[in-house]
């Protein structure tokens, strides 16, 4: 495949045992810009060998934090924003490429299809699992970007955004926790920015919507969402995103009472 007009930004902090097929995936792209977060391993060493160009910065808890100091450095109006767990498979580079030579001028987000990984395994259900679509390509003169947790990156008035369909062997292999601890160790970093991002939203606290949410979020991950296809493990994924979310709220709370005091 030639080369495609796109920009793919990738950072890491010591995750060069990911790194390589991460990079290795993303060779269809005109630049790779790799990010070194101060790493320890061979992340650097690994962004020399594959990416077009590399620059280090400080340790942050979150990725979101990273983005809105090198997008406008990257070169292509298209962009991937990709972690190191994730490998773009050869049919959905494919996609990409048929995808790009028609796409209309008011899309600004393409969604790929997803498959994620828990201890190397596919996950049937949970709001993690199956087939699911996640934001990977974005045109970059139709969004516009902060650090918000989970909500960074918004589409400029005007601007839509659109799904690349699942075929059978196009998606984005994301290899997203390897263990418990991992898992847990990944909300309790994202829960240091949930209040401000939430807050920003136009979300308010409230104990009931708090205790619904928790609820709602585990019926929907194990039942709805059939988590229960994936045993015990389903079971515990449904709980820890429910807690996340409960977790999330009390967040908005502490954040709020932040606000007021000044």
Same mark, same amino acid.
């Given at each position: 495949?030639?080369?495609?007009?796109? /920009?793919?930004?990738? &950072?890491?902090?010591?995750?060069?045992?990911?790194?390589?097929?991460?990079? =290795?995936? %993303?060779?269809?792209?005109?630049?790779?810009?790799?990010?070194?977060?101060? @790493?320890?391993?061979? @992340?650097?060493?690994l962004f020399r060998k594959y990416a077009?160009?590399?620059? +280090?910065?400080? =340790?942050?808890?979150?990725?979101?934090?990273?983005?809105?100091?090198?997008?406008?450095? %990257?070169?292509?109006?298209?962009?991937?924003l990709i972690d190191p767990d994730e490998r773009i498979m050869p049919a959905l580079a494919a996609s990409i490429a048929e995808e790009l030579q028609k796409v209309e001028p008011e899309i600004a987000a393409l969604r790929v299809p997803?498959?994620?990984?828990?201890?190397?395994?596919?996950?049937?259900?949970? +709001?993690?699992?199956?087939?699911? #679509? &996640?934001? %990977?390509? #974005? =045109?970059r003169s139709g969004i516009t970007v902060d650090d918000d947790v989970h909500k960074g990156i918004k589409l400029r008035p005007g601007f839509d955004r659109k799904k690349i369909r699942f075929t059978g062997e196009n998606y984005d292999k994301h290899l997203w926790c390897n263990s418990w601890k991992q898992l847990a160790d990944k909300h309790r970093r994202y829960l240091l920015g949930e209040g401000q991002a939430r807050y920003n939203e136009g979300l308010r606290h409230s104990f009931k919507e708090q205790w619904m949410a928790f609820f709602r979020t585990f019926y929907f /991950?194990?039942?709805?969402?059939?988590? #229960?296809?994936?045993?015990? +493990?389903?079971?515990?994924? @449904?709980?820890?995103? &429910? =807690?996340?979310?409960?977790?999330?709220?009390?967040?908005?709370? &502490?954040?709020?009472?932040?606000?007021q005091k000044q």
């Open positions: 495949m030639n080369k495609l007009p796109v /920009s793919a930004l990738v &950072a890491s902090c010591n995750e060069g045992h990911m790194l390589e097929d991460c990079l =290795r995936s %993303l060779q269809f792209c005109d630049e790779i810009f790799g990010i070194d977060l101060q @790493s320890d391993d061979n @992340s650097m060493e077009t160009q590399v620059e +280090t910065f400080q =340790r942050v808890p979150m990725i979101e934090r990273v983005h809105p100091h090198f997008i406008d450095k %990257l070169k292509h109006d298209w962009i991937i997803m498959i994620n990984h828990f201890k190397g395994r596919a996950l049937k259900g949970t +709001t993690y699992g199956g087939i699911i #679509y &996640a934001r %990977l390509l #974005y =045109r /991950s194990f039942k709805g969402l059939k988590g #229960y296809k994936d045993g015990l +493990t389903g079971l515990m994924i @449904s709980f820890m995103e &429910a =807690r996340y979310e409960f977790l999330s709220w009390a967040g908005l709370k &502490a954040y709020q009472r932040t606000i």
